[in-house]
């Protein structure tokens, strides 16, 4: 196919193409639309990015990313020491807060156990959790990770490590989601609704 533009916006063209989400003919627009904008939003998303890199870093405590370690949410006083909520990535710690499903603090693992994808236990954060999980201060664990298979293999393992730690170890309810049609549920999360059904 012949160029239409030169190397630098075949460049940002192709750089923007790889975030999620986009693929070449939407990067192509997003591309347009920023040189359009120059002013607007170019500049001043080429500022955010240079001080996303120059201050942003992982917090040291919990996984979490901010601009300051330990972070906001690690230091946040209002918060209940007694529960720590363990997710796989960060995305998943930010849609909790976001749904403000959780008062407790938080365990990023950096992903799930995959034998198939090569992640070993050593991959993820999950010494760090289980030494956090022995704070005498700490009651609850609860694993909110994705009901899949990697997800529940890594749940499984991880409320094996914590045998011995004075924990009670809980994990996030599976069933109907809010607004859901039961005709329109996949079989598992029908039986698994009926399963972990609660008094009325
Ligand atoms: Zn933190």
């Not at 040291?60 to 972070?71: A, K, Y």
């Not at 664990?141 to 899949?148: E, G, P």
């Amino acid at each position: 196919m012949p160029s239409v533009t030169g190397p630098e916006i075949d460049r940002l063209i192709q750089l923007l193409a790889r975030l999620p989400g986009l693929g070449p003919r939407s990067a192509r627009r997003a591309a347009l639309h920023l040189i359009k904008k120059r002013e607007a939003l170019m500049t001043p998303l080429a500022g955010a990015l240079q001080v996303a890199i120059d201050r942003i870093r992982v917090c040291e405590t919990c996984g979490n990313i901010d601009t300051r370690s330990p972070c906001t949410v690690c230091t946040d006083t209002r918060r209940d020491p007694s529960i720590i909520v363990v997710v796989a990535d960060v995305a998943d710690l930010w849609a909790l807060e976001r749904a403000g499903a959780s008062n407790g603090f938080y365990h990023v693992l950096g992903g799930t156990l995959s034998p198939l994808d090569g992640v070993g236990p050593q991959d993820l954060t999950i010494d760090a959790l289980v030494s956090r999980a022995h704070d005498p201060r700490v009651s609850e664990i609860v694993l909110a990770l994705n009901a899949t298979v990697d997800g529940q293999t890594t749940a499984h393992y991880i409320t094996d490590l914590l045998g011995d730690a004075d924990v009670k170890v809980t994990r996030l309810a599976h069933g109907v989601p809010v607004g859901g049609e039961l005709d329109y549920l996949d079989e598992g999360t029908l039986s698994a609704a009926m399963r972990q059904r609660t008094l009325f």
